[in-house]
């Protein structure tokens, strides 16, 4: 995942706050029997990056909401857009019920393409899903595509004069929408030019250096770029506009003629053994939080967008997904 | 000489294992002229260039082995020192930071000439504090393992 | 002249007894974080975020503590990297070069105050130049696409052969097994997975604290357990704590040279802090001629990387407050720290809130002070952990190293990586390889192969992009003034030879 995207919660600061009451006091208060007693959560990233926004934001929401009377402690573990993360808790701490872990589009992608290891979908108990982002394209404000439709022309002439950077490699979530678009339009996705860039900051950076043409990024990297008038976003890949001043503006690829969706979800799970009382807790837990108004102001300030699902429902919906994802991958000649 | 040698026909072996396992990379489809596989095996032959030059003209050794030379006695305290560490990265999580700190400091302070009292206060002492510094104050969460149960 | 006024106004913000306070404990704190091995700024900055919402301090009061902060911690990382010859991050990695054999000398106090001095002096002049420059220098930012980016690697590695000193191959072999670590992992170009065997904790490659920490933390242990055995038990610490007037004049362009190239370095996202120090330390090294003792502690050999990486560290501020992207991961939380006020960094940021931007560039002059008026009389202190008897320091170094690579990647194993790469490490440094070239070339490499392939794959497999622009031509031109000016100079050296014997 990119390290730049996402920015820090507020929860850390009533974290340290906490903190020393907590160490002191936590043995003799008498809290709601399940609470979990050290609750913690796994971003599988590193610090600043957007599983660390995942968490934070959960964090904060929920010692806001009183659900937990001290916040989660964040444990950082980076590795394959999560697998590591997921290979640990499913192997080593399958019924560690403090334990919530951090995921989002971009690991469940990983995990239909086999790049989690031994384990599949069905190895952990999926829990929530938070909020999500969505992707976009975006070109320099002097760029002469001035909608997608321009774009998908200029692909169609000769795929190979377009330059399209993303920020991850091939078969990552900004490659995926990409090909996606290209499906659409009748475009062969392998014939694209396509740069792989190391995060959102990078591809800012390049787009707005004139070193690509094209950008294959998520609405909220590019929205600041997109106010100060340097940069203009083609289409964005939700199903409506999205709520907003300068958001709002900005067209999708469905209502442009090209049926792409691309939300980048982002939720939480738990391990396989965690027992069904424990696993309600949570659940009911963030069944609070997302109806909650506070917590929707929060999630907004973190530039994310409603998306709210918790137990069998998310459970089904990411199982569909992965299997959604595998077909295109297969489609698309990542995977045989 | 001998065990630069030595070091050094290991290290080509390492190499060859290495340009065998790269020469299989290869990307789905590819976008980009140049692929994952030319520079690895570029580096590997270059590295190994490099390797077969210092076979056949070591150069000089550094100072700092002058005045202490690894006897048989100093490569058996290495080895001890290393096991010590291992035995710490395994017991890190099992037995939680604290228990497996304070065993693994025991052991390093002996190991450097600790005597066993001053070891075993050196041990308690760094256990204790640095999980009070590091998991309290500074907010980096270390494991408890055996001791979760007493609700710290 | 607005520009003035503004700065004006941020000063007056940040001289307010509160905040020189702040400022105090901000430096205090961060040089304690900094030191601990495998802690460094990204900790730091963290850590701190909360308590200042904790305490409800102003917005100005905590971006002055975080400033702190971030230069305090900068500063700490050069102790551990002088005293234990343990850099807590790729940026402090030259510091050790020369900076240990002085500590070994009986010079760590010397050394300390050197490089206080001189991450002050390039901490100003960066500052100065942020002031002056900042809304211009967003545009060289963004001028450095792959092509570019490329070429600097390039020249960066040609800096590289420039410590080779006498063992010119074993230098090369070094640096090639550094660029051959950067290769494992997944291949950002293509996604194919690299030398991972099928492990998934290596599969976004090895992680640079795992990396820094088993190469120089462990195999220091190891080194200082055959001390133990032929009996020595700590170091000695010489009387003097402060540099004289010669040792200054003896650095002073050093200084000011490398205060100017970190600067330039460190606008570049990415490396920006680690090349800096690189290409300062081997380029005085290249221009030192008299009594050049650069890798035996050589106080020209300190000053330069201290400098360069103070001044980088300030630097990389300008992609952040121009363009609202990390030059570093601690820029990287400071931003967050930012949208904590509600206040999103960008492009629009000078225009928006032009208050917060020269506040926060006025905290960086008042944190250069206070690190000063703070370090210097606790210099003494800091020395004395070199008295502390090897019993009790490595068990504690490697406790805390342990805790480093655990706090940023929550597996054993890591613990088990840095393990081994500790123990290669020490047989590397025990055949004579120098460390520090397999560090820089794993820094270095990276960078180098991806700018390469995304440049090759933005011109379609044409070559011609990597001489295309000016800055390429610029980075050619220092390429080749690299390799020429040593043969020029020993051209030299051999024609005044020839008069002299008639």
Redesign the interface.
Known sequence: MT??RR??G????????L?GAL?LG??VQAMAAEEP??P?C?APA???GGFDLTCKLAQSALVQENILSSPM????????VG??AY??VVA?RPSDANAIVAWSSGSLLNLSQG???RFDESAVRWLAAVGTSYGAVAVRADSPYKNLDDLVQALRKDP?KV?IGAG?????QDWMQTALLAKAAGIDP?K???????GG??L???L?????QVASTDIADSV??V??G?MRILAVFSEERLPGDVTGEIPTAIEQGYDVEWPVIRGFYVGPEVSDEAYNWWKDAFDKLLASEDFAQLRE?RELYPFSMTGDELNDYVTKRVGEYRELAGQF???Q | MIYQRLFLVALLVVYAVLAYAATTYEAPFSYEPVGPRAFPLLLLILLAAGTVYLMIRPGQMAEENADTPLTGQVLGRLVLCVLALALFAFFFEKLGFIVSAFLFAIAMCRLYNGGWVTSVITGAVMSVAFYMLFDRVLDVPLPLGVLSGLGV | METLGYLGQGFGVATTPLNLFTALCGTLIGTVVGLLPGLGPINGVALLIPIAFALGLPPETSLILLAAVYLGCEYGGRISSILLNIPGEASAVMTALDGHPLARQGKGGIALSISAAGSFTGGLIATIGVTIFAPLLAKWAVAFGPAEYFVMMVFAITCLAGMAGNKPMKTAVASLIGLLLACVGIDANSGVYRFTFGSLGLADGIQFVVLVLGLFSISEILVLLERTYYGQSALKTSGRMMFNMKEAMLVKWTVLRSGVVGFFMGILPGAGATMASAVAYMSEKRMATKDNRFGNGDLRGLAAPETANSAAACGSMVPMLTLGVPGSGTTAVMLGALTLYNITPGPMLFQTDPQLVWGLIASLFIANVMLVVMNIPLIRVFTKILAVPYWALVPGIAIVTAIGVYGVHATTFDLFLMIVIGVVGYILRKFDFPLSAVLLGFILGGIMEQNLRRALSISNGELSILWSSPITWGGWALVVLMLVLPMYRGWRRRRAAVPANP
Do not use: C, W
């Open positions: 390290m730049t920015t820090f507020k929860g850390r600061m009533a974290a340290v706050a903190m160490s936590a043995a007693r050290r913690e796994i590193a610090p600043g402690r964040v444990t950082y573990m980076p590795g394959g697998a590591v290979n640990t080593q790049k989690f290891g190979s330059v991850g490699s091939v078969g990552g392998q694209m030019r396509y740069v792989a860039m190391e900051g990078e800012a950076t390049s707005l250096g004139g070193h690509i600041p770029h106010e100060s340097d300030s000649g990542l995977i």
